[in-house]
């Protein structure tokens, strides 16, 4: 592990997701406070819109405008040139629980993954989908059987797509055909096979990692946010682990990759993930530190 120094970007926040650098400034949600915001050159925080049912994944069309998704009502809203937002996609009976993470290719073609099962509430662990939104907003199931797909990037030359399996303990990859609907899943890092265990307890005791949000670097690893061990870790594809940044004693939920040089690594931190803590305090953070390779693929 590199001792890097840690930067408080912001903070004052419930929990935050969602990190992506666009447009010169860095993104993101506030679950509890419904928000889309971004932090301008200054350090000052701009909310760019609020979604009542609770935002997640953002990504962004051809056309600069913005996808967001709303988690709670599994739909993907878009935000129109006059700030208003708009339904973009329903996807509620695609997905087996909330709306989660999105990445958005190129083309506006968008992968929403979902929880799959009720976690705040208790219930056991299902496996469940990668649903594909068309820029037209129809959408269909393009990969089923995953654990909990959550953070997710597409390579450079646009071909293949990594997800998280947050209680899957590895990374996943599909390559993505012409017409954006996706090939057989293979193992992009496995740590170990959890097999069918419906405790979510017991897969988080028995898993390596526990891999939330994702972000991709110039030489083909990724960074993803190990958010139990509370640390970033940079891995090569084949489950090598370069380097680790430690957020303890804080858990880290996502990371981004940006800044003007690509190498500022982003991450949303916070005590713990649990839906009433985090509501009921303003304890989620943004910090940063710096990096030697930089961003590449999207988002």
């Known amino acids: 592990m590199t001792e890097r120094q ?8 419930t929990y ?25 050159p200054d350090g000052s925080v701009e909310q760019i819109a609020v979604v009542p049912e609770q935002p997640s994944g953002l990504g962004w069309l051809p056309d600069g405008r913005m996808l967001v998704v709303s988690m709670k009502d599994r739909k993907v809203l878009r935000q129109e040139t006059d700030g208003s937002l708009v339904e973009h996609a329903d996807i509620w009976d695609l997905c087996g629980g909330h709306a989660n993470d999105m990445v958005v290719a190129e083309n506006g073609q968008a992968y929403v993954g979902n929880f799959g099962f009720d976690m705040m509430a208790g219930a056991d662990h299902e496996l469940t989908t990668i649903v594909l939104v068309n820029t037209d907003g129809s959408a269909k199931v393009v990969a089923d059987g995953l654990s909990f797909p959550n953070g997710m990037v597409i390579s450079p030359d646009g071909g293949t797509l990594l997800v998280n399996e947050l209680f899957g303990n590895k990374i ?11 090939g057989a899943r293979r193992d992009w890092a496995s740590f170990g096979d959890l097999g069918d265990e419906a405790s979510v307890e017991k897969r988080l005791a028995q898993a390596s990692i526990v891999p939330d949000g994702l972000t991709m670097d110039a030489e083909g690893a990724v960074w993803i946010a190990d958010c139990v061990n509370q640390r970033a870790a940079r891995i090569a ?6 380097d680790t940044v430690s957020t303890a004693p804080e858990g880290v939920f996502a990371v981004a990759l940006g800044g003007n040089d690509g190498k500022t690594l982003f991450l949303c931190v916070a005590p713990d993930f649990d839906e009433k803590a985090r509501s009921n305090a303003r304890e989620g953070r943004m910090l940063a530190t710096k990096v030697d390779v930089p961003h590449a693929g999207r988002p």
């Open 6 to 13: 840690l930067s408080v970007v912001t903070d004052g926040f």
């Open 237 to 242: 594809e084949g489950g090598e682990i370069l």
């Open 16 to 40: 935050l997701e969602g990190p992506r650098w666009h447009d010169g400034r860095l993104w993101f949600v506030d679950f509890y406070t419904f928000t889309v915001n971004a932090v301008n």
């Open 172 to 182: 996943s990859a599909f390559d993505i055909l012409p017409d954006g609907t996706l």
